[in-house]
């Protein structure tokens, strides 16, 4: 993964930038989750223990997302079936 | 064997690290700490889910499809569009739910090492390009000399249905062979080049507009009806095509400026067949759609958007509705000056480039709302450049979609002009194919766009560290997707026709 593209916007200040890479990131937890996921080897305790924390969030926020998703392909389901039983 | 990174088993391992001693929490502690217990059961059920689900899809338009002509669908047209878009959607959706690193990048890496090529790579080359030279030889001959009748005209033949239909198919279903056969390689390997170094900053921009004006030399010329046009044409084409590689040399010329070898370049990322460190490989397709070394310039990924435009395109005008539209334009153009011909050619020209500026700018504003939706710093140009190649396989779906019925119907008149490529027979064996082919059309167009939605979310989890930035950044991509295949199965679904005031 290469991080030479970035920008920054003039209205917006980063959270942080990455120490052994120099990518910026907007917020906290995605410069965490970075650092362990891209930089493992290099991290300490305090580190590795914030991005187990990072990550758990993460995860307990992609339970919701799925259920949206799921939500939405029953929507979407339901949706068809009735249309091909008005229309076909 | 696959190989996972550290940091991925680190993580999987240490998330169960609050665990009781009972023998059920241990099993239960194994399957789900045993990475590749885990990878296969998500993995099947992946695949049957998908399968499943396409499959349902597909079958219902395929037995619409080839029970009614093509022009009275069962389904209102705009339900089976409709249909369509949804598969993407639900597709996208589903994907969604991968949320596993490990499993993304286990699929990705995949690969089965076949047996060592290197050492018989120059024969095979050497070999298939004077193959190539012969044929090109051959065709530009018969061309000028032999029978004008396109369906017995080796040249025609060779140019569309092996050239433009088949070796495409092969390339994106198997393996990139054109570096092989390249005639014009074969030529300018024998002749003293290189005298100038390619100018970078010229990237892959000749490659696109060389692929823009043979499509629009195809559309506008009559060089798939009259052989000796065709000849001219691929004259014309040798030439430039050795000039320039004599001057920048065969490599910076065939990697950058030949539209033809950088098509099947592109179409070769999407094969399961690669040539990799000497070993011929197999791998999962489209798995090297994730490749960030593969789009590192905008023009690669306006030659990707142009591999998808001129397969709508020529399928648009084509159909009764195109025909239409454009007989509407000619009229309405009207002005008192200029023959009816040259205003349906600019006509045409224009309905190519503003179309071709609309999906381009469509993809690349798709970037840009990519990157203000997720508030990432990585610019809307890298997001662009890393999610161009997914494309690639839309395109090769269009490609099968729209030319599977064209190799078929002429391959016996194509067995025929190999055979007696002198005197081929003058009222060759054209194949009609059956109806269900319709529904094939569709089956190939969904697969494309289903492959790059896949390629699509294992790109999103490439480029970000975070996996719900991952899945919105994708967002604005399958909109345009969606947009592209609700287009593409609109056209499959109407009635066919000869585009009028083309010769």
Known sequence: MSHTATTIPRSNSPAGKCDYCGHPFPTTDRLVLHKGLEHPQQLDDVEVEAFHEARSNETDELRTLRLKALGALVLLYFGLLFMYAIFA | MPSLPDSETNTGASEERHTDPSPRSRIRKWVVSNTKVRLFVQFVTWVSILTLFTGTVAAGNGMTLSKQPRD??????????????????????????????????YLHNWSLSGPTIDDWWTPIRWIGRSLG???????????????????????????????????????????????????????????????????????????????????????IFPVSTIPSTLSIAILTYSAVTIAGAVLFGPDAWFENADPISVLFRFFGAVAPLKRRDGKLTVKLPGSDLTDSDLITDTSDVAFVIALIWELTYSGFITTQTGAATTEALVSLSNIGVGAVQIRAILIYTLLF???????????????????????????????????????????????????????????????????????????????????????????????????????????????FSSRLVAIRSQYPFIVVMIGYTVISLWILSLPGATPPYLP
């Open chain 2, 72 to 105: 009275t669908l069962a389904v209102p047209r705009w339900l089976y569009l409709a249909t369509g878009g949804a598969t993407i959607g639900a597709s996208a959706l589903l994907a969604s739910f991968v949320t596993d690193r490990a499993f993304i990048r």
């Open chain 2, 353 to 463: 480039v503003s179309g071709y500026v609309v999906f381009f700018a469509a993809y690349w504003y798709a970037g840009v709302l990519s990157r203000r939706r997720t508030g990432t710093y990585i610019t809307a140009k890298r997001i662009a450049f890393r999610f161009a190649p997914s494309l690639l396989a839309i395109a090769a779906g269009y490609h099968l979609a729209h030319y599977t019925g064209l190799a078929v119907s002429l391959s016996p008149a194509l067995g025929m002009a190999i055979l007696s490529p002198l005197s081929p027979p003058a009222n060759p064996l054209t194949l009609s194919p059956p109806g269900w082919f319709e529904g094939l059309s569709i089956a190939y167009v969904l697969i494309g766009h289903l492959l790059a939605i896949w390629a699509a979310h294992a790109t999103a989890y490439e480029l």
């Open chain 2, 133 to 219: 030279i012969v044929v090109l030889g051959l065709a530009v001959y018969l061309g000028l000399t032999g029978p004008q009748l396109p369906t017995a005209s080796f040249t025609i033949l060779v140019t569309f249905v092996v050239v433009r239909a088949g070796l495409p198919m092969l390339t994106y279903l198997g393996g990139n062979v054109w570096p092989a056969l390249n005639p014009w390689r074969g030529i300018v390997s024998l002749l003293p080049a290189g005298h100038r170094t390619y100018p970078r900053e010229l990237a892959r921009w000749p490659a696109v507009g060389g692929l823009l004006l043979l499509v629009w030399i195809e559309v």
